[in-house]
């Protein structure tokens, strides 16, 4: 339904500067592993991108001794004043090296270049410049005249956005005094591997960073390892209630940022226009990859059919495809798992009867990609309202008073975000006591700032990212 055509925009691929082989980074040089080598793979064409060397439990035992070794000599002796100078520098270098580190992203992500560019690589800059600047002034942070770091971390991240979850990880618990050993997902190593070469540039002490990457046994091997103090985990509800049973008795701390199936409630007050493209940046964003997306629309009922006729025009208008291209909104799939995992959730949706649009537009013939699905007439029963779906698919449910809307809001086992589109400044502030999600955002959606702590209540896990409350994740206190 374009109203016209787009010349193509790609961006140089060259940019990347893609090797064939990375290696794990370990004491601040990279290292073969001894795992079974994977190969990462392209999601926008199925082409290979490169190999990549993952670790075993010997060399998680090193980089776990590295971490230790850099923590009680070097690292958890620093002023902060002197840590904070290397997270500037890492800060910048990530900036220096942002066209760069954008395509790799994109490559190895599938996201649009437009994501990578202007939100996922500064914004990982951001938490740099943001925890430097906590380093030398922990001791007016609230939790006491001296708080003291906990150790050696362990972190495991996902792959929806694969360089900017590292940096919510790393840069607070260098901040903090803490070394780490990060593991990035199996399916974009990249960027966190690039990183490693960052640190070289910043010559950050050997040990304090590093990184191991490979499956989800790594993972389990990781946060279960004995010299490690805490463990940080970003990724889904299963797998963290998994490290959670583990982990239990052993006086490890923990934080756990799992999934979320939000509502974004729009009220028939609400501008409309603004509120079309909150709600496409909710759940389209990303490829709808993303923990807080607004999954479900919940819509006053008097606006119902006009929010969603604007809704389906404005949809239709996205251009999917080629995520190098700076005009793509959507990108691929991240893996041919996640596709199936989509279509099957899709299809129960109209198994269950559930009225289904999607967009009419174009998809490629190679790649994974999904074209923008948009469910009307979805009950709180379905499995599409009830379970997160990763995916660009959002069900829309409607309301008729806001204590019906805090109802179905709230009615998940979930509570990560939550969205309130209304201009009743009262409305605002008594939703957001009603709703049981770490962050509410009011007339807009998926905004990120390192300032801002990001978390979430019930089966979205615990503790905070970002902020002063981000800080307590990695000090003993
Ligand atoms: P996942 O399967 O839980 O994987 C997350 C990470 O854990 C990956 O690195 C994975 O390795 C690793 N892993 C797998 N099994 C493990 C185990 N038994 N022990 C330790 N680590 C293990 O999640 P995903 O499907 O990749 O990511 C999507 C999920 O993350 C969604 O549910 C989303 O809501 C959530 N998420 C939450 C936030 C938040 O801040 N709350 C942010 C982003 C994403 P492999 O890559 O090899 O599988
Ligand atoms: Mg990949």
Redo the contacts with the bound molecule.
């Keep these: 339904m374009a109203l016209f055509d787009y010349a193509p925009a790609p961006e140089n691929r060259d940019i990347a500067n893609l090797k064939p082989h990375y290696r794990p980074f370990i004491n601040g040089e990279f290292v073969d592993g001894n795992g079974e080598p994977l190969k990462?793979?392209?999601?926008a064409t199925g082409e290979v991108?490169a190999e990549v060397s993952t670790v075993d439990t010997t060399d998680i035992d090193r980089a776990v001794q590295a971490a230790r070794n850099a923590y009680e000599k070097v690292w958890r002796r620093m002023p902060g004043s002197e840590r904070a100078k290397y997270l500037f520098r890492l800060a910048r270098l990530i900036q220096e090296r942002a066209r760069e580190l954008a395509v790799l992203e994109t490559l190895?992500?599938g996201k649009p270049i437009k994501e990578s560019r202007d939100v996922d690589i500064p914004t990982a800059a951001a938490h740099f410049f943001y925890h430097a600047g906590w380093a030398d002034k922990l001791s007016y942070a609230g939790y006491g005249p001296d708080p003291q770091p906990l150790g050696v971390a362990g972190q495991v991240i996902p792959w929806n956005f694969p360089l900017l979850m590292l940096a919510w990880k790393i840069a607070p618990a260098l901040a903090c005094g803490n070394t780490v050993v990060l593991k990035p997902a199996e399916?974009?190593p990249l960027t966190a591997l690039v990183f490693g070469e960052l640190c070289q540039q910043a010559g950050l002490p050997p040990g304090v960073v590093n990184i191991v990457p490979g499956a989800g046994d790594v993972g389990a091997a990781l946060v279960s390892h004995q010299g490690i103090d805490k463990v940080a985990f970003t990724g889904s509800t299963e797998v963290g209630k998994i490290i959670q049973r583990q982990l239990a008795g052993s006086g490890k701390k923990m934080t756990m940022e799992l999934g979320g199936k939000a509502a974004n409630i729009v009220f028939d007050d609400a501008p409309l226009d603004q509120a079309v493209e909150g709600i496409v940046n909710g759940i389209f964003f990303n490829q709808g990859h993303v923990c807080c997306a607004g999954s479900r629309l919940l819509v006053q009922e008097s606006i119902a059919e006009e929010l969603l006729e604007k809704l389906r025009y404005r949809v239709s208008t996205l251009r999917i495809g080629d995520p190098l291209d700076k005009n793509t909104d959507v990108g691929a799939i991240n893996s041919a798992e996640q596709l199936a995992k989509i279509r099957e959730l899709v299809a129960s949706g109209e198994a269950e009867g559930a009225e289904r649009w999607t967009s009419p537009c174009p998809l490629p013939e190679k790649g994974f990609f999904f074209a923008p699905t948009v469910f009307s007439g979805v009950h709180p029963s379905m499995r599409i309202a009830r379970e997160e779906i990763f995916g660009p698919v959002l069900s829309v449910m409607t309301f008729r008073t806001p204590q019906e809307a805090v109802t179905k809001a709230n009615n998940t086992p979930y509570g990560l975000s939550a969205g309130i589109w209304t201009e009743k400044g009262s409305r605002i502030l008594w939703m957001t006591a009603q709703l049981r999600a770490g962050v509410v955002w009011a007339n807009t959606f998926n905004r990120f700032d390192p300032t801002a702590p990001f978390g979430g209540y019930k089966e979205s896990g615990f503790g905070r990212e970002g902020g002063r409350a981000g800080l307590e994740a990695y000090l003993d206190v």
């Design positions: 990462t793979i392209n999601p991108l190895d992500n399916t974009t």
